[in-house]
């Protein structure tokens, strides 16, 4: 017999953080399921009314955090799993975002990930056992215009989950940045603060629009079931790509990125470092 795993989610409110919280709870586990607005779980907590628990949250705010983390585990007596995915997106170009979006955008997407993080460790240190999912996105493998401080905040939140998985993994606990493909999770209607556009910048606007065209993704149902079996792995990758399409985007950015260093190499080899 299995025993049910207790989750956290952030951001569980919509999107890939529903879907998430959706399967778990049909697979028979328990769910702390956080966000701004928990309004939109209500069908949940009819149905899984012993499974679900769910308040409000604010992953900005570091002191809300520890005692939302603080709540959860004493909800179930412990906590599996922790998955931080709670964001937003800033689009605009780098020069038209103004201090406030920036630094709201990352107080969200980036330090709301490490608030959980610190809040969740001892817990899952006191007990042994735990693993962290970090939601990242493939576009973590390179910038791209219009999203570059979406792509910052992943790629910081990248870079501090390797150095959080070395320093967690003797304690056994396990880290897994999830690079989140692209899924129609609503990130560019409700969870979008755009820029004062710039006129300078409506030519490259227009063609990244062409480029990207109309498809909102694949529905983020379609993600769950490797969430599931990535949380039941007792060695998970610390890193994964998760949609076939995303792949191959990932690995062409990569083979490009290797192709300039080795064109450059000359130039590299001059300095001794």
Known sequence: MTTAKAWFITGASRGLGRAFTEAALAAGDRVVAVARNIDPLEDLAAAYPEALVRFPLDVADRRAVFEGVQQAFAAFGRLDIVVNNAGGLLYGMVEEATEEQIRAHLDVNFFGAVWVSQAAVPHLRAQGAGRILQVTSM???????TVG??????VALDSLSEALAMEVERFGIKVTIVEMGGYATGLFTAGTTATEPLPQYDALRTELEEMWGDESGPDPSTAAPVIMELATLPDPPRRLIIGSRSYDQVREIDQTRIGQYQAWEHLSRMAPG
């Open 139 to 145: 576009g973590s493998a390179g910038g791209m215009a």
């Open 149 to 154: 401080f979406y792509g910052a905040g992943k």
